[in-house]
């Protein structure tokens, strides 16, 4: 017991929220102590990265789509799985040496939980397993993002009765029933935050013929973007490029307009939800109708996804608090509690 505290104490064990969009790392006891853009700015045609390797993240998204031709600004991360291991691997071990650096623990290869979309293949997890082993951690274990989305969300996971979570990322949305510490009925799209901005962008193309970036985009759909009416409409004016003329040119665009721009990936989302609760069985149905549905991820924050799911569904439906971390929070509390998940836990090796 002794020398448990005491390992405890020293631990620099990690669990990691890898998502599309944004990169978090919980540390147990720390709470969330990085969270930053999943993109890595490198020379063009190597994987070299910029500023001694230190063009990630925050600084490298300042790049997106200002970049000169001799730079690329990366997302290596697609659809919740890696796109590009290299990038991957460099992205990794400079967030793992970062939070190393504000612990001032750099002896200590940390053990890393890392939070995967349900729906990935076994090539897909072998990518990520690598990719972590190699950018420094000691061992790697790998827990599915609704089961960290629902452990995060404080949600009853352990107990023999029915939790739904519907988890919004950047490139898939996870939505999945869990009882008795294990995943009953789950469903996983590649339509999610990132396709919204696609739709907003070819909304100002088909619409206006003006073409925007997907800086651009992700700040319209977060300032006035929204899933149903409001109370009170809203206007943005949006710069971008005339595809016509080529040149420089601003407009204004509705709170409404948003609206049926993002449309299509709503109604993609929501037949996923309707989709997942066909599939559960009779009792774990009946214990949604007490408990409704918790939605976390970056999508949950979008205005009117609650309304518009519970109209959908005739169930309850709440945000978590504060559902952007509630992945990467899960993560860290799985990290703590191995032993209660090693039936249904995936790592770098067989055995547990």
Known sequence: ?????????????????????NTLVCVRGQGIVLNEPSVVAVKRGTNRVLQNGNAVGIVAKEMLGKTPGSISAIRPMKDGVIADFDITEAMLGYFIRKVHNKRGRLWHRPRVVIAIPSGITAVEKRAVLNSAERASARRVYLVEEPMAAAIGAELPVTEPTGSMIVDIGGGTTEVAIISLADI??????????????EAIAAHMKRTYNLMIGEQTSERIK??????????????????????????PR??????????EAL????????????????????????DLVD?????????ALLRGMDTVLANATGLDVVVAADPLTCVARGTAVYLENLEMWKDTMESDEDEF
């Open 250 to 259: 601003k407009t204004n665009i509705s709170s409404e307009e948003v609206r």
């Open 184 to 197: 009953s009925v789950c469903e996983s799209i590649r339509v999610a935050g990132d396709d919204m901005d």
């Open 1 to 21: 017991m002794i020398f448990d505290s005491i390992f405890g104490m020293f631990s620099t064990d990690m669990g990691i929220d890898l998502g599309t969009c």
């Open 291 to 299: 408990k409704g549905i918790v939605l976390a991820g970056g999508g």
């Open 263 to 286: 449309k299509e990936p709503i109604g993609a989302i929501i037949d996923c939800v309707t989709r997942t609760l066909e599939k559960a069985e009779p009792e774990l149905a009946a």
């Open 222 to 247: 977060i300032e006035i973007g929204s899933a149903s009416p409001m109370e009170t409409e809203m206007t943005q004016e949006v710069r971008g490029r005339d595809m016509i003329s080529g040149l």
